[in-house]
């Protein structure tokens, strides 16, 4: 049988970038080399690309230093990359952040008429906008934690408001980071006004969003032979002081993360229901990922992760293994789901 050719993405010019490249070797280091030809494609923060064909030999470093590593070939720039596209069966997108969970890099696979693996466009731009996903999940009656919106151009008479309609603390969020980069927990009207104040220099507009106290969770949603289905969630204990799962509670070890979660089945079910309906309601493709906080016998949904990291401290691998399945196996599931359509 002849290989399927795949094109592991990675890189990008996203806060992520660094993420992105462990993830991208990651998948490149466990897909089948049995059933697939894979090659990797490292885009710089420039969004320069770099082109290894042969990956057998290929190591960490190479694809963090893509521009001097011999297995590498470029850079080429989008317009001009046709070669890397030819005959390859699809692109494993291993990229996070702007420029490929937001669904422009997608957007450019569609247009080459390249196969890829998870979200299309809409659903990508959708669910990576934390404001307008938002929007959606209201409008989905799908509860979400109240929330303002500062935008550019905004002034006192907006924070004034924002004062008045939430209590501290609060968490003030680009609305289009991923890797709980450009966002902060603010417990008073000082921390506030300068949180808002640096993300104000990136973004056109901020979300300001109501802590809700409960347990919080991360839900994988993955379609297995035709099936679409919810995982284990896991359950996110941060050990930091930071008292939400932050940056350094995702990569850096400073959390727990409990698979399958210490609570009653009706918790579980609950959870799982509702990374279901967020999935379906964004009209989500192959898997996804959804954060979720649970109080009450509630739950709120906190945001969507159209493209989850596929590291060795990442969720959905976590998931997946807690139901029997290798990483190997999860890959070989995402590519299998890509080239059906």
Known sequence: MEKKKIVVVMGGPSAEHEI????????????????????????????????????????????????????????????????????????FLALHGEFGEDGVFQGYLDTLGVKYTGCGVLSSAIGMHKILAKKVFNASDIATPPYSIFRKGDGENEIKEILAKHPFPLFVKAPQSGSSKLMSRVANEEDLRSAIKELSANCDSILVEENVKGDEFSCPVIEINGEL??????????????????????????????????????????????????????????????????????????????????????????????????????????????LKF
């Open 20 to 91: 992105s490249l462990k993830t991208g070797f990651q998948v490149v280091s466990n897909l089948d080399k049995n059933k697939y030809s894979v090659s990797a494609l490292v885009i710089s923060k420039n969004k320069e690309f770099r082109f290894a064909q042969n990956t057998l030999q290929i190591t960490q470093e190479d694809i963090n230093n893509a521009e001097t590593s011999p297995f590498f070939k470029g850079g080429y720039n989008p317009c001009d990359s046709m070669p890397i596209w030819e005959n390859v069966s699809g692109a």
């Open 229 to 338: 289905r919810a995982l284990f969630p896991i359950y996110i204990k941060p050990k930091n002081d930071a008292g939400f799962f932050d940056y350094n509670a995702k990569y850096l070890g400073e959390s727990e993360e409990i698979c399958p979660p210490p609570h009653d089945k009706e918790t579980v079910e609950l959870i799982q229901k509702t990374a279901l309906a967020v999935h379906k309601v964004l009209e989500c493709r192959g898997y996804s990922r959804t954060d979720i906080i649970v109080r009450n016998k509630a739950a709120y949904v906190l945001e969507i992760n159209t493209l989850p990291g596929m590291t060795a401290a990442s969720l959905i691998p976590k998931a997946f293994a807690a139901e029997g399945g290798s990483f190997s196996e999860l890959l070989d599931i995402i590519v299998s789901d890509m």
